[in-house]
């Protein structure tokens, strides 16, 4: 274990204790064209599944896991493992694993209105992103801690924290350039055998994340306005 996996310890049981927390205030003609301009970009992310076999820079896709992992989370447990897979069998193995899980799934165990609700979305159980994109990114939530001496700590707000995390994630990848799917195959038990993740940890998204293949294509899709969204009280 680094030096730096050493840093951080659990704050479980420990008094509080507060620090000065004073960031500077930023003008308002300057939040609100900021503002402005972050919710332009973000209307422009769409989710890919043609990447380009393009290298992209390893830094950003390391930049943006340390965004996702700034998250707020349920006792500030943090209880994500972001897995960046750069070995090409052991993606080959993810992909072959998942497009038969995905086989499964086409075939019916979805249920018909599932697979109605897919259909717009022109999927199917060939994940070539899987393999195609230079990057791929599967994130674990820990359900627990495991401690040195083998004993556990139950986290809280798993799923909540973990899903922040990942949203965090696809906008720090955006907002740097690079496009990114969130694939979930079911069951992806396969991908704590693959990776050989712990037993408290359990697979949660995986990301292929790149460049889109200059012949990509998404599906002609329309966002809910924000009347249709927000709710003013």
Same mark, same amino acid.
């Given at each position: 274990?680094?030096?730096?996996?050493?840093?951080?310890?659990?704050?479980?049981?420990?008094?509080?204790? %507060?620090?000065?927390? /004073?960031?500077? #205030?930023?003008? !308002?003609? @300057?939040?609100?064209?900021?503002?402005? $301009?972050? &919710?332009?970009?973000?209307?422009?992310?769409?989710?890919?599944?043609?990447?380009?076999?393009?290298?992209?820079?390893?830094?950003?896709?390391?930049?943006?896991?340390?965004?996702?992992?700034?998250?707020?989370?349920?006792?500030?447990?943090?209880?994500?493992?972001?897995?960046?897979?750069?070995? %090409?069998?052991?993606? /080959?193995?993810? #992909?072959?694993? !998942?497009? @038969?899980?995905?086989?499964?799934?086409? $075939?019916? &165990?979805?249920?018909?209105?599932?697979?109605?609700?897919?259909?717009?979305?022109?999927?199917?159980?060939?994940?070539?992103?899987?393999?195609?994109?230079?990057?791929?990114?599967?994130?674990?939530?820990?359900?627990?801690?495991?401690?040195?001496?083998?004993?556990?700590?139950?986290?809280?707000?798993?799923?909540?924290?973990?899903?922040?995390?990942?949203?965090?994630?696809?906008?720090?990848?955006?907002?740097?350039?690079?496009?990114?799917?969130?694939?979930?195959?079911?069951?992806?038990?396969?991908?704590?055998?693959?990776?050989?993740?712990?037993?408290?940890?359990?697979?949660?998204?995986?990301?292929?994340?790149?460049?889109?293949?200059?012949?990509?294509?998404?599906?002609?899709?329309?966002?809910?306005?924000?009347?249709?969204?927000?709710?003013?009280?």
């Amino acid at each position: 274990m680094t030096e730096a996996a050493r840093a951080w310890t659990p704050t479980h049981g420990d008094p509080y204790r %507060a620090v000065p927390y /004073r960031p500077a #205030r930023i003008p !308002a003609a @300057e939040s609100l064209a900021r503002a402005a $301009e972050l &919710r332009e970009r973000m209307d422009g992310r769409r989710t890919v599944r043609q990447f380009s076999t393009d290298p992209a820079p390893e830094q950003v896709v390391r930049d943006a896991i340390a965004c996702a992992a700034t998250a707020p989370s349920g006792a500030h447990q943090q209880p994500w493992t972001f897995v960046l897979v750069k070995d %090409a069998d052991v993606r /080959r193995r993810i #992909r072959a694993a !998942a497009e @038969e899980e995905e086989r499964v799934s086409y $075939e019916g &165990r979805l249920g018909e209105e599932w697979l109605a609700a897919l259909r717009p979305l022109g999927t199917d159980a060939v994940k070539p992103h899987l393999t195609d994109a230079p990057h791929l990114i599967v994130v674990f939530q820990q359900r627990h801690r495991l401690g040195e001496d083998g004993s556990k700590r139950k986290h809280y707000y798993v799923d909540e924290s973990v899903g922040i995390a990942v949203g965090m994630l696809l906008s720090a990848l955006h907002l740097s350039g690079l496009a990114a799917l969130v694939h979930t195959p079911s069951p992806m038990r396969f991908l704590r055998e693959v990776l050989g993740r712990p037993a408290n940890e359990k697979a949660f998204a995986v990301i292929p994340v790149g460049y889109p293949a200059e012949d990509c294509e998404v599906p002609a899709l329309t966002r809910k306005s924000l009347d249709q969204v927000l709710v003013e009280v």
